[in-house]
């Protein structure tokens, strides 16, 4: 094959390298098999070249210089040596200023046996040192934050952690104070380094300048192990690499995989194992007695709780029974309860996504947008909640983008987001008025109204965002990101906006942003009325699952509204709960607490305790992530691994063996006795699935995952190799022997199977648009009475009062204060002020919090924090069928 036309030509040691214009002289040197030293340089960021350690010579006319080779861009003709005798004073002489005040506490250092500082010093410096005089010291560890830890003389000022915060996640809240010798990274006074991603700026640290305080003194690098798994707190699914000693994990580090998370993880991710140690993690099962519950064996837990589910099954029919909850499963414990509810039970009263989600049938249809299309699109829309409270590290791979002016940004938004300064247009939103915005827009985008006729809005934004898209045509590349704009939002007016986008814009791909984990595994499993596992409907795949699983449903079942409104008029008897908690989650707070107290049995299958544990009546103890193994779907559609590294905490079962063990119990066989049995049934089986020899037979070369629905072809294996200077922590475990892989096949994980394919396909269709129920014209309520009532809208933070954010004591100091968020006229047409605490009044309580002024709050709503206080949102929700809930606002 000929060599590109615009390849250039650069020698480096002797060594002639064809490169890309532009392209760094570390990146060729490196490609050409010669390792440049480095500390600032880092691929996912913008070259600074501050450290000075990446010198090499350069030929010029001039004769040959140093130059930073992180820095300077190679040029056609270019000789390049790393080796040469200046270039190697030239290190020496950096690392033996970098020492001059560095303190020689490697043995009590965090970053000790994986230090950069160090292996370089071993490598390139000059073998000891000529200082007598007194090193410099500062006051340490100052904690410039809940998680992280400054050591100020160990500070090299590559800026690492500085660019990071800038760069990538918008937050300059840490920087250089001070110049010349005084110069040191420090916070803002009075402003704590309170970020979502601090945990970042620790992993990159090439020192140990910055510590995280949950890993302080806690192992050395050599007592580690470690497996490659994924974090499992949102639906992003980013790659981690799971570390542990002693048979606890102790660390979670990013690994970068370019298609999902580029190495960087939010603090929730990287810090959530925490959880794992929790004074309220189950680890027995048990009965209720006496109103008490009292520890069983596990023979008897799942003996009651199949006589509880036989019993209600043959006096009431199989409709009695309720499954809700199962995003916090893995792909396989999915399937297994799947078909625990829908063929063993018969009922397909099964919802993962507790009311405050959007319709599966949305989620599963419309063409999906993987991270990788919204990063290359050249215009994005964003409608519903802050990506950076619902899906941080999205938002760390748009964010750089956005800023540098390559992506076009218009967003549909209740307030303001991390992203509103940067958008091109941000278009005010209240609940229900959502399908009314959109359709202006695309009228005026066509010219067939004017800008934001008849809808009451600022019609400056939609003139930006008409101008900013263009027309319906030339937009090939657009990409929708979209989740509910309130948690108590009524999902009719969501699925008239989306419609209509897709109606309108031929070539779009959209990109549905859940709240809950694994919650796109668990629609793909079945886990939702109406489907079964391997997105397709009821009415579609109702033959083949009969035919392959013996029995299923006779008819449709119940969503969670349906079943907490059945439970609470005792037509539902049993309510399962997967590792869920509607007390705290759905959004109608008095309905759940009712249907719980008047159902006749709770069986509650989780690993943590939360406020429904309250109303259970047996208790079956899951283990938790890194204590299972299984697979998760992320919000593109990918699967990857989730691997085990440590036994399991007392004796609790994965959810998929108590699946098992139940259906047993109830006299029948679900067809499969392992993990792996599973995973190759769903492979089997599942429509969506086709092409892929198992769930599990991914392996740790297999970077990216695999994407679904697959095609027939093989994945090519492959792994980067890692940079020990960047990928820090990684490299040193993975030379001291520990294992990287989960026990996973080396076989490919896709293969060509036409007979497969014919067979399934040729006989169910994958759900499509066409099985999209809606009612596509908006129908706002109006404000029931007073000429202060607004309509409450209610977004979710990053941390809040949730079970896992509660079960670690590092994140209970992360859970912000309620804030009352309302546009600065209707806040004067009130007499409010910013700073002044208000009450929230509904219909029966009230909700006090702080006021902040914010211009892209619609006029006529209020933005409050779910569950971030003991005074409870929800009780301001009367009813949570309503399309808009109207509130009061008092001084």
């Known amino acids: 094959m000929p060599e590109a036309a615009d390849k ?68 056609d003709g270019m000789e390049i040596s790393t080796e040469s005798e200046s270039v190697q004073k030239a290190q020496s002489g950096v690392l033996e200023y970098l020492l001059l005040n560095h303190p020689l506490d490697c043995p009590v250092c965090d970053k000790g046996g994986e230090c950069p500082l160090q292996d370089q010093t071993l490598a390139y410096g000059p073998g000891e040192s000529r200082q007598v005089e007194e090193k410099r010291h500062f006051a340490k560890p100052i904690p410039i934050s809940t998680l ?34 005084d110069t040191e990274v420090a916070i803002f006074p009075g402003k704590p380094f309170d970020s979502y991603f601090a945990g970042n700026t620790v992993q990159i640290c090439p020192v140990g300048a910055l510590t995280a305080t949950p890993y302080r003194f806690k192992a050395r690098p050599w007592d580690l192990e470690q497996v490659e798994s994924t974090c499992t707190l949102c639906s992003v699914g980013c790659r981690v690499a799971v570390q542990s000693s002693a048979n606890e994990v102790v660390r979670h580090l990013g690994i970068d995989i370019d298609s999902v998370n580029h190495s960087w993880l939010c603090d929730k991710g990287r ?57 916090r499963l893995t792909n396989e414990s999915a399937y297994a309860w799947a078909k625990v509810a829908k063929a063993v039970v018969a009922t397909d009263n099964t919802d993962a996504q507790l009311g405050d989600g959007i319709p599966a049938e949305l989620v599963l249809s419309l063409p999906r947008a993987t991270i990788g299309d919204a990063c290359r699109a050249k215009k994005v829309i964003v409608i ?50 959502l399908g ?143 590792g869920c908690d509607p007390i705290a989650d759905f959004p109608d707070a008095k309905l759940a607490k009712e249907a719980l107290s008047k159902v006749d049995s709770v069986i509650f299958v989780d690993s943590l305790a939360n406020t429904s544990l309250d109303y259970a009546d047996i208790v079956l103890a899951a283990s938790m992530d890194s204590e299972r193994e299984g697979s998760f779907t992320n ?48 492979a089997r089986l599942a429509p969506a ?53 989960s026990g996973a096949s080396n076989e490919p994980g896709v293969y060509s199977d036409e007979k497969q394919q014919q067979d399934i396909g040729s006989t169910i269709s994958l759900i499509s648009k066409s099985d999209i129920k809606s009612d596509t014209t908006s129908k706002p309520e109006t404000a029931a009475s007073g000429a202060k009532s607004l309509r409450l809208v209610v977004t979710r933070k990053l941390f809040d009062r949730g079970t896992h954010v509660d079960s670690s004591l590092f994140f209970r100091d992360l859970v912000p204060e309620q804030e009352v968020r309302i546009h600065p006229e209707t806040a004067s047409s009130l007499g409010i002020s910013s700073g002044e605490k208000v009450s929230i009044s509904g219909e029966t309580c009230k909700v006090s919090g702080q006021v902040i002024l914010d211009n892209r709050v619609d006029q006529s709503g209020v933005v409050l924090i779910w569950n971030v206080s003991e005074e409870d949102v929800r009780s301001l929700v009367s009813n949570s069928e309503k399309s808009a809930h109207w509130v009061e606002v008092e001084s």
Not at 158 to 178: H, K, P, S, V
Not at 411 to 433: D, M, Q, R, Y
């Open 8 to 75: 250039i030509s650069v020698t480096v040691d002797g060594k002639e390298v064809k490169a890309d214009p532009g392209e760094l002289i570390i990146e060729v040197a490196e490609r050409a098999g010669a390792f440049v030293p480095r500390f600032c340089y880092h691929p996912r960021m913008k070259p600074v070249g501050m450290c000075r350690m990446c010198l090499v010579e350069v030929s010029s006319p001039r004769g040959p210089s140093l130059q930073p080779a992180c820095f300077v861009s190679v040029a």
């Open 148 to 181: 992280v830890e400054l050591d100020r003389e160990r500070c090299i000022q590559c800026a690492r952690c500085t660019r990071f915060a800038n760069e990538i996640a918008g937050e300059a809240l840490i920087d250089f104070f001070g110049r010349g010798e």
């Open 271 to 327: 810090f959530g194992y925490l959880a794992m140690r929790s004074e309220t993690r189950l680890l027995e099962p048990s009965l209720r007695e006496s109103g008490e519950l009292v520890e069983v064996s596990w023979s008897d837990a799942l003996e009651k709780a199949a006589a509880l589910i036989s019993e209600a099954k043959l006096a009431h029919g199989p409709q009695a029974i309720g499954f809700l909850g199962g995003a």
């Open 384 to 433: 519903g909640e802050d990506l950076k409270e619902i899906a941080p590290v999205l938002f760390l791979r748009l964010r750089p983008l956005i800023a540098e002016g390559k992506i076009d940004l218009v967003e549909f938004s209740t307030h303001e987001t991390s992203l509103s300064n940067l958008a091109k247009a941000s278009i005010p939103l209240v609940p229900g008025e």
């Open 436 to 578: 009314t915005r959109v359709r202006a827009l695309i009228d005026s985008i066509k010219g067939t109204k004017d800008a934001g006729e008849g809808i009451g809005i600022d019609i400056q934004e939609i003139k930006n965002a008409t101008q900013t898209l263009g027309s319906l045509e030339n937009n090939p590349d657009l990409v929708v990101i979209y989740s509910n704009s309130s948690a108590i939002e009524n999902t009719e007016d969501l699925k008239a906006g989306i419609l209509a986008l897709e109606e309108s814009f031929k070539n779009a791909k959209f990109m549905p942003v859940l709240k809950r984990s694994n919650i796109f595994g668990a629609l793909d499993m079945g886990l939702s009325p109406n489907l079964l596992p391997g997105r397709v409907t009821f009415g579609a795949a109702k033959e083949y699952y009969k035919k392959q699983w013996g029995s299923v449903p006779e008819k449709s079942g119940m969503g969670t509204l349906e079943m907490l409104h059945a439970a609470a008029e005792s037509k539902i008897k049993v309510l399962v709960l997967l």
């Open 635 to 682: 919000l593109e559609g990918r699967i990857s691994r989730i691997s085990k590294k440590v036994s399991a905490s007392g004796s609790s079962w994965p959810d998929w063996a108590i699946a098992i063990e139940l259906a047993d119990a109830l006299g029948d066989d679900l067809g499969f006795g392992s993990l792996d049995d599973i995973a190759k049934e769903i």
């Open 689 to 741: 699935y086709q092409g892929l020899r198992s769930t599990l037979s991914l392996n740790s070369e297999v970077d990216e995952g695999i994407l679904l629905p697959v095609k027939a072809t093989k994945v090519e294996l492959k792994r980067k190799q890692g940079d020990p200077m960047v990928h820090l922590g990684l490299i040193s475990v993975e030379h001291q022997g520990a294992p990287l892989k």
